[in-house]
């Protein structure tokens, strides 16, 4: 049989060394946590000591004082396993704590006998190992840590050894002493030895576990950062590709037209010159035009180079069956070569709105070579184009009579990509799209119940205006 006496002075000394390793081997981590459960072991120590002394001391330094502070230890401990939880007591609760734990003796040793005080002791010793231990298994669950749930089993064994002894003292009429050598007695001190020893080492480990646990999700976390840093970079790359891609196919598009139209009407010129017909007005005209062309496209690089500054879209009152006249007659030569039939319905009176005159043109000529591509395969091709005000509004409708829109592009039409025509590039209409936007007008397009697509664009009349 284990000497009951020689095991708790063992204990207490194991209480007073283990602190120092485990506040050695944890160093700063955790510093708040590790420092409560040194002081807990401390006060255990110090208590056991004062209990052995009790032959050479005064008694209420040996009962009081020895009782009071193993009862303060489990607190300290239960407080270390707190804060490592993230639910730490208060300065108010541990300061009651520490009255109750006083009072509980004090009481305990004025009104009951040896017996009675004895088994108080262990029932409220008992309670506090048990309710340590159920802090360290959440610990145990959360962390995945074998060292937590040690903690917890070997705290939960000591709680019920000596709710056990209790019970056996009851039924034998006695309370045998914690430093007596009967088998029960001896049977604590060895709980309370192993339990000194399995909780610091394991308190140790459940420290170090989770600051490695600490260090993978920082080094996990760095990665993902890493990653999500490398991905927006691609990211960025991508959106400057796709910015280029947008911004050249604008250039090709909107450029195309007016120099096309430029093209043409020298490549006439030449080959009049060719002819030998040199009738001075038709060649002047010719010449004209062509100059009109290249002015076109030079108004549109200055407009598209200016196009992501402030305030750079200048309106200023236009007739828009102008800006449709001119806008048919700059694609007079598509209308030849198409064999294309042009009914204008655009009235004799002014349909004044603010606008930026070359733009509206852009969106123009957009739609009205769009209907005449969409009729290159029919045997008649014949475009209606009429605009009227209506309310508010001035409306201008552009219909052919082709094929129509297919129901997968209609439901997607105006965004980059997306054409009406088969080798399109779909930048027109979502150009279009945008220039109408920042006239405070509108682009619709539709299948017309008599076949051909129908283009409408809406602006806001001038206040004013002629209705």
């Known amino acids: 049989m284990l000497d009951s006496q020689t095991t708790l002075i063992l204990a207490a000394l194991l209480f007073w060394m283990l602190p120092l390793l485990v506040w050695w081997t944890t160093g700063r981590r955790q510093a708040q946590a590790v420092a409560w459960w040194c002081v807990g072991s401390a006060l255990a120590g110090l208590g056991i000591a004062l209990m052995g002394l009790r032959p050479w001391i005064a008694p209420w330094l040996s009962f009081q004082g020895g009782n009071t502070l193993l009862l303060l230890s489990f607190v300290g401990w239960?407080?270390?396993?707190?804060?490592?939880?993230?639910?730490?007591?208060?300065?108010?609760?541990?300061?009651?704590?520490?009255?109750?734990?006083?009072?509980?003796?004090?009481?305990?040793?004025?009104?009951?006998?040896?017996?009675?005080?004895?088994?108080?002791?262990?029932?409220?010793?008992?309670?506090?190992?048990?309710?340590?231990?159920?802090?360290?298994?959440?610990?145990?669950?959360?962390?995945?840590?074998?060292?937590?749930?040690?903690?917890?089993?070997?705290?939960?064994?000591?709680?019920?050894?000596?709710?056990?002894?209790?019970?056996?003292?009851?039924?034998?009429?006695?309370?045998?002493?914690?430093?007596?050598?009967?088998?029960?007695a001896s049977l604590i001190a060895l709980l309370a030895l192993l339990t000194s020893a399995i909780g610091h080492f394991c308190y140790t480990g459940m420290v170090l576990d989770q600051a490695m646990q600490a260090r993978a999700r920082d080094a996990t976390t760095r990665a993902a950062a890493e990653e999500t840093a490398r991905l927006d970079t691609q990211l960025r790359q991508l959106d400057r590709q796709e910015r280029m891609v947008l911004v050249s196919g604008a250039l090709a598009h909107e450029l195309n037209q007016p120099l096309t139209a430029a093209l043409t009407q020298a490549q006439v010129a030449q080959r009049r010159l060719w002819a030998g017909r040199t009738e001075v007005p038709v060649l002047v005209d010719l010449l004209q035009k062509v100059m009109d062309g290249i002015e076109r496209a030079s108004r549109i690089?200055?407009?598209?180079?200016?196009?992501?500054?402030?305030?750079?879209?200048?309106?200023?009152?236009?007739?828009?069956?102008?800006?449709?006249?001119?806008?048919?007659?700059?694609?007079?030569?598509e209308w030849h070569r198409l064999d294309v039939r042009v009914d204008r319905a655009l009235g004799n009176?002014?349909?004044?709105?603010?606008?930026?005159?070359?733009?509206?043109?852009?969106?123009?000529?957009?739609?009205?070579?769009?209907?005449?591509?969409?009729?290159?395969?029919?045997?008649?091709?014949?475009?209606?184009?009429?605009?009227?005000?209506?309310?508010?509004?001035?409306?201008?409708?552009?219909?052919?009579?082709?094929?129509?829109?297919?129901?997968?592009?209609?439901?997607?039409?105006?965004?980059?990509?997306?054409?009406?025509?088969?080798?399109?590039?779909?930048?027109?209409?979502?150009?279009?799209?945008?220039?109408?936007?920042?006239?405070?007008?509108?682009?619709?397009?539709?299948?017309?119940?008599?076949?051909?697509?129908?283009?409408?664009?809406?602006?806001?009349?001038?206040?004013?205006?002629?209705p």
Do not use: K
Not at 304 to 330: C, E, M, N, Q
């Open 78 to 184: 239960s407080q270390s396993l707190r804060v490592l939880r993230g639910r730490p007591w208060s300065a108010p609760q541990l300061v009651l704590w520490a009255l109750l734990a006083l009072t509980y003796y004090s009481v305990l040793l004025r009104a009951f006998d040896p017996q009675v005080r004895g088994m108080g002791m262990r029932w409220a010793l008992g309670g506090l190992a048990i309710y340590t231990a159920s802090l360290a298994w959440p610990l145990a669950l959360r962390w995945r840590s074998h060292n937590a749930a040690a903690i917890g089993v070997s705290y939960w064994l000591l709680g019920l050894g000596l709710w056990a002894q209790s019970l056996m003292g009851i039924g034998i009429g006695t309370q045998p002493s914690p430093f007596s050598n009967t088998w029960d």
């Open 301 to 333: 690089l200055v407009r598209i180079r200016r196009a992501g500054l402030p305030h750079t879209v200048t309106l200023r009152r236009v007739d828009v069956r102008t800006v449709v006249h001119g806008a048919l007659d700059l694609l007079d030569g």
């Open 349 to 466: 009176v002014p349909l004044w709105c603010q606008a930026d005159e070359v733009a509206l043109s852009q969106v123009l000529v957009n739609l009205l070579r769009n209907a005449a591509q969409a009729m290159e395969s029919c045997p008649s091709r014949w475009l209606q184009v009429s605009a009227q005000a209506d309310g508010a509004q001035i409306r201008v409708l552009i219909r052919d009579h082709g094929p129509g829109v297919a129901a997968q592009v209609l439901a997607r039409w105006g965004e980059p990509f997306v054409s009406t025509r088969e080798h399109g590039l779909g930048m027109g209409l979502a150009i279009s799209r945008a220039i109408m936007g920042q006239h405070h007008g509108d682009l619709s397009l539709r299948n017309h119940p008599g076949g051909g697509a129908e283009a409408q664009l809406s602006l806001p009349r001038e206040v004013g205006g002629a």
